[in-house]
Structure formats: structure tokens, C-alpha cells
């Protein structure tokens, strides 16, 4: 088989993480209904994140290192995945309590088997105000070239797509099962003509692995009209080896690119958006808007909790309200039980109001690296 034809699906075992308890009193209609959903930290719900496989064909060593995620993996089971109807229902309901913006993610989206569909279903909600949802997708760029134009088709708004360098040998090692950076960069094209854009590219950087791509990927993206993003290599979940010492401050990025091509900062496109930007700088020291920007997501070294608007679903429907959680609720159970959707409303309202999740912040705060807490793989939830 080639490397460009149909990539090999590897299974992973998610583990089954035991939900948080849902009291009676959940689903019964908020005593404070009226008054616009806020956790604990008022913070809104705008942003979800829906992970529609837990499977992959990469085995980036960051995410599902090779040792840990090999053939003994048992994946989950269909009959355990949320159904493309049941991840709409749900997400009806997160939109009347304020979502305005789905991304799909996994593992790898683009394996789970008739994606389109599930696309074409979430591109026909509405606000309550009758406006369309922001739907988006991060994918690894494998499929892509192939699938850019029914995802277009089928509704999708713009994709992110993650690249770890430009070096073949650097990229073919970064993914570990060899993959080559051609075929993703072909794939950022296909996006591009489809209409998927601007189409973001994410990098993680690990320092002394993959850091030597940050110049090559910032000359090659400038004024491509893709928006590249540096993300720091994070503790997430328990599989990575994460060192602190692997980690190359965002900081130390922008010094990096800076030294090459002079940046100025650039204000936030939207409250809880998780990238800071940088615009490449003209003669004057202004911002070349045809030369483009780049972003950092700093989520080690600078906490963004403050602002977090976002859930996470994954792909047996435990919603979780951070990245760093360890438990989730188990809203599959509600829907195979036979709750209504005005009970399924209430609790998810009930659960939002009492989060108050904050781990980075935390974790900036300790004088240690992060909690020993369990926490769940983010191959299993998505980004
Ligand atoms: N497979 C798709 C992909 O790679 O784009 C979607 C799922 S992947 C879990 C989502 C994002 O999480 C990717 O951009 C990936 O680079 C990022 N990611 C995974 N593990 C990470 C880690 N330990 N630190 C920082 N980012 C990570
Ligand atoms: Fe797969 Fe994405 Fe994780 Fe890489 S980052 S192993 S492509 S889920
Ligand atoms: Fe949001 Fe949790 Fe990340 Fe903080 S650590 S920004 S609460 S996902």
C-alpha cells in the first residue's frame, strides 16, 4: 500500500473514565433560567467540541505515543459512539444555551465513516436567533485532499490542519507511522480551493525534536494566506512523558520568528479565542496585512482559563468541562434512557453552572508541574 492511499486505522483503548453524578434536581428547569448561563467563573458556553472517533491513524509521540497506543489497543465498540442523530440532539441543546461554534475533532475525524453526514445535520441548526453555527474541523490532513470538497459541500466551514514541521524526516518522525509531509500540505491546498478558509495550521513545538521547523514553517506560511499557529507541548492526559523540559515557551517563539521577520502584536479576534497574534510587520513597523499573522497558544506558560468558553464531548458522549478534567458526565446514558429534551436542556444548564474548572491557571500557580490527578487521553476528547 502506498502512503498516500488509504491510511492504516489503529484502534485505541479509551478506558471507560466512571461519570460525575448527576443529582435529581439537575433536571428540573433552573431557578435562575432567566438570567444568561454562566459558570462559576462567569464564564459563557459559546464553544463546543465534539469528538467523533477515537481512532487514528497517526501516532504522534505527543498525543498516543506508540508504546502505549499499539495493537493491543481495544477501540471503542460502535454501539458505544454517539450516532450522528444523537450528537445532534445534544448539540440543539448546547446551542439554545449559547454555543455558537462546533469544531470536530477525535482522534481523527475525517476516519469516522460518513463525516458529511453529520456535517449536513449540524450546518441546518440555528441560534435562537435564526443565525447558522460556525462549524469547523482539526484533522491531521490525511484525508483531506481527498475529502476537502464534500466537507465543503456537506456544510463545513474552515479546517484546522495540524503540522509539526516541514522537514520530511522531521514530520515523518513527529507522526511516527511515517507519514509524509507532502501529502498534508496537499491536503492544505485541497482545503484552500474548496473554500475551507482561512485554513489554520497548528504545530506543536517540542523543544529539541521539532523546534529547528519554527523559521522554516513561519517563511513558507508567510503571506499564504494560512494562519499558523505555535502550540506549547501540553500535560494533557497521562500517556505523553510530558517534561516541562520539552517545552518551548511561546515566548521564545515569537523571539525566534522576530529575529527573521519583525512582528507586532495584534488584538484578539473573539473573546476566549486561545491564540495570541502577531502580525508580520512592513518597512514602518505596521502590520502587512497581505503578509498575514501568526499565532502562539501558550497553554502552559500563560493560563487563558479566565476566558474558557468551551466543552468537550467525546466520543461516547461524557461531556467534560476542560481538557485537564479526569471525569465526565455521562450524557449518553441520558439519551439512551429516555430523557426529554427539555430535562436533557436543564441538566446540561445544571452542569455548565457548576463548573468551575480552571486547571492551567492552577497549575501556573503551583510550584510543581500539574496535579497527579488521572486525566483523560486527548486523543479520546479531541483538542
Ligand atoms: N487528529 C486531529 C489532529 O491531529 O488535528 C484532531 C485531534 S488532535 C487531538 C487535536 C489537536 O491537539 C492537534 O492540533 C494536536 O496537535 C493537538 N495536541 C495533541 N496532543 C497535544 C499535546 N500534548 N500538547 C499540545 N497539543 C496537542
Ligand atoms: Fe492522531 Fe491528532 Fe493525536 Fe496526532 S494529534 S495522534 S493526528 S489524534
Ligand atoms: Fe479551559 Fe481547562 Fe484549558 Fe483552563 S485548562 S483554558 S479551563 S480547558
Known amino acids: 500500500m502506498s502512503e498516500r492511499s488509504t ?33 462559576q467563573r462567569q464564564r459563557p458556553l459559546r464553544d463546543l467540541r465534539i469528538s467523533v472517533t477515537d481512532r487514528c491513524n497517526f501516532r504522534c509521540t505527543y498525543c498516543m505515543p506508540k508504546e502505549v497506543f499499539d495493537k493491543d489497543h481495544a477501540y471503542l465498540p460502535h454501539s458505544a459512539l454517539l450516532s450522528f442523530e444523537e450528537i445532534t440532539r445534544l448539540a440543539r441543546r448546547f446551542v439554545d444555551l449559547g454555543v455558537r461554534k462546533i469544531r470536530l475533532t477525535g482522534g481523527e475525524p475525517l476516519l469516522r465513516k460518513n463525516i458529511e453526514a453529520l456535517i449536513e445535520q449540524l450546518a441546518a441548526l440555528r441560534t435562537p436567533e435564526g443565525a447558522p453555527l460556525d462549524i469547523t474541523l482539526t484533522t ?43 501529502s498534508v500540505l496537499e491536503g492544505i491546498a485541497a482545503a484552500r480551493d474548496a473554500g475551507l478558509g482561512p485554513v489554520k495550521v497548528n504545530m506543536v513545538v517540542k523543544r529539541g525534536t521539532n523546534d529547528d521547523q519554527i523559521l522554516p514553517m513561519a517563511r513558507h506560511f508567510r503571506g499564504s494566506g494560512v494562519v499558523l499557529r505555535f502550540i506549547e507541548f501540553m500535560d494533557v492526559g497521562a500517556t505523553n512523558g510530558w517534561r516541562m523540559d520539552d517545552v518551548l515557551p511561546s515566548a521564545d517563539v515569537i523571539r525566534r520568528i522576530q529575529q527573521d521577520m519583525p512582528l507586532v502584536a495584534l488584538e484578539a479576534a473573539a473573546p476566549g479565542e486561545t491564540a495570541q497574534r502577531w502580525g508580520y510587520a512592513n518597512a514602518n513597523g505596521q502590520w502587512d496585512r497581505n503578509a ?11 493560563a487563558f482559563c479566565a476566558d474558557c468558553n468551551r466543552a468537550r464531548l467525546s466520543t461516547e458522549g461524557q461531556l467534560y468541562l476542560c481538557l485537564f478534567a479526569g471525569q465526565g458526565y455521562d450524557l449518553r446514558s441520558l439519551l439512551r434512557e429516555g430523557r ?11 452542569i455548565w453552572r457548576q463548573r ?15 496535579s497527579q490527578r488521572p486525566r483523560v487521553e486527548m486523543s479520546y476528547i479531541g483538542g
Open 7 to 39: 491510511p492504516r486505522t489503529i484502534p485505541i483503548a479509551a478506558g471507560q473514565p466512571r461519570a460525575l453524578p448527576l443529582p435529581v434536581q439537575a433536571f428540573a428547569a433552573p431557578a435562575v433560567a432567566d438570567r444568561p448561563l454562566q459558570d
Open 340 to 350: 426529554s429534551d427539555e430535562e436533557i436542556g436543564n441538566a446540561l444548564s445544571w
Open 292 to 302: 498575514g499573522e501568526v499565532g502562539v497558544i501558550s497553554s502552559v506558560t500563560q
Open 140 to 182: 491531521n490532513g490525511s484525508l483531506l485532499a481527498r475529502k476537502a470538497r464534500a466537507l465543503k459541500d456537506a456544510g463545513l466551514n474552515r479546517v484546522t490542519v495540524s503540522l509539526d514541521g516541514l522537514d520530511d524526516t522531521v514530520f515523518r518522525a513527529m507522526n511516527d507511522v511515517d507519514f509524509p509531509v507532502e
Open 356 to 370: 468551575g474548572d480552571r486547571y492551567s491557571e492552577l497549575r501556573s500557580l503551583s510550584s510543581t508541574t500539574g
